[in-house]
């Protein structure tokens, strides 16, 4: 799980900060299926309920292994350990959230790439 500051994922999700679970592209099991993503940039696809609008999952071509769950789904979110912020430096200057997580300055691909190895 990680943060994500970019303005990007905070209008996508609609909140200060987005926050995903990453899971394997492969293993993840949507009930109902997700559906046909959204491209409105290039690279990145997003699925969201097609009856609310709510944001569902994402995935980054420069991570095709994995897929973004945003936590706010999840009745267990309290098993969802946050590992790092990336985009750190677009957070909201009024946004405190007090930890000792890396912050990484733009994309944190490199170490989210890793976790799947």
Same mark, same amino acid.
């Given at each position: !799980?990680?943060?994500?500051?970019?303005? $990007?994922?905070?209008?996508?999700?609609?909140? /200060?900060?987005?926050?995903?679970?990453?899971? =394997?592209?492969?293993?993840?099991?949507?009930?109902?299926?997700?559906?046909?993503?959204?491209?409105?940039? /290039? &690279?990145?696809?997003?699925?969201?309920? $097609?009856?609310? &609008?709510?944001?569902?999952?994402?995935?980054?071509?420069?991570?095709?292994?994995?897929?973004?769950?945003?936590?706010?789904?999840? =009745?267990?979110? $309290? !098993?969802?350990? /946050?590992?790092? +912020?990336?985009?750190?430096?677009?957070?909201?200057?009024?946004? +405190?959230?007090? =930890?000792?997580? /890396?912050?990484?300055? &733009?994309?944190?691909?490199?170490?989210?790439? =890793?976790?799947?190895?």
């Amino acid at each position: !799980m990680s943060y994500c500051h970019c303005s $990007d994922c905070r209008r996508w999700t609609g909140a /200060p900060v987005a926050a995903f679970a990453a899971f =394997d592209r492969h293993a993840l099991a949507a009930q109902p299926a997700l559906g046909t993503p959204l491209e409105h940039v /290039p &690279g990145v696809q997003r699925w969201q309920c $097609d009856t609310c &609008g709510s944001p569902l999952a994402a995935w980054f071509d420069y991570l095709p292994e994995q897929i973004y769950v945003p936590v706010g789904l999840f =009745d267990q979110i $309290d !098993m969802l350990v /946050p590992k790092l +912020h990336s985009h750190a430096e677009n957070a909201p200057v009024w946004l +405190h959230i007090q =930890d000792d997580l /890396p912050r990484q300055t &733009g994309t944190a691909r490199a170490i989210l790439s =890793d976790a799947t190895k």
